[in-house]
């Protein structure tokens, strides 16, 4: 599983409310990525990170901020939840010659 | 902008037949990959092929491409049940490794 825990795993939320949630590896990994899952939607790029420090937008960046100020945890914060962004978000690292990417279990988190 | 397209979007199969998920994309790219999702869990990664021509094969499973005509098939042969799931391609054009999704295409496999 390449070392990767997500935390909430389940997260029922208000609209108008901050949430953040956490990426953890173990492995040491320079590349780290969120996404999320809509139906039909397949995976959507939010943010990446490429070191400490390091990061940039995805495809579906608005309304989401990130931080990485160690390796190992990279941390997703929605601003102000809408219901627009209840949604499956997936952690992702990459590693080895083919870049394989690695996706963490997930976090379901549902905005009322 | 990179385009993922993948068809079909779904499959319904029957155990000991043969059936081909294709994965198109619309820019040039040197790195795609092929996933597997069960209901409510992570992905799992299958393939990741490199470069043109690339074949992988794992199982029932065999997984190509040809980056000339900007397409990835995934084979399967003889389907049984335990294929039932949702296979996702995903390509990259660059070096940070970001992926662009295909939907998706959900795999049933009844007797």
């Known amino acids: 599983d390449a070392g990767i825990t997500q935390s909430p795993r389940h997260k029922v939320t208000e609209t108008g409310t901050p949430v953040t949630l956490r990426c953890h590896q173990t492995e040491n990994h320079r590349y780290m990525y969120w996404y999320r899952q809509d139906p039909g939607h397949g995976l959507r790029l939010i943010h990446y990170s490429y070191g400490v420090k390091d990061t940039d937008k995805g495809e579906v960046s608005d309304g989401y901020s990130v931080s990485r100020s160690k390796t190992e945890d990279f941390l997703l914060t929605l601003e102000s939840a809408t219901s627009s962004q209840t949604s499956v978000y997936f952690c992702a690292i990459r590693e080895g010659q083919g870049y394989e990417q690695y996706f963490g279990p997930g976090t379901r988190l549902t905005v009322t | 902008e990179l385009k993922v397209e993948q068809n079909p979007l779904f499959l319904s199969m029957q155990e000991g037949k043969n059936y081909t998920i294709y994965c198109n994309y619309s820019t040039t790219s040197d790195r795609l990959y092929w996933y597997r999702q069960d209901p409510g869990k992570s992905l799992e990664s299958l393939f990741v092929l490199l470069s043109n021509g690339a074949v992988k094969q794992e199982g029932r499973l065999m997984a190509s491409l040809d980056t000339k005509a900007r397409l990835s098939t995934l084979h399967i042969t003889a389907a049984v049940h335990d294929l039932s799931a949702t296979y996702f391609c995903?390509?990259?054009?660059?070096?940070?490794?970001?992926?662009?999704f295909g939907a998706g295409t959900q795999v049933v496999v009844t007797p």
């Open positions: 995903a390509v990259t054009t660059d070096s940070w490794g970001k992926l662009q």
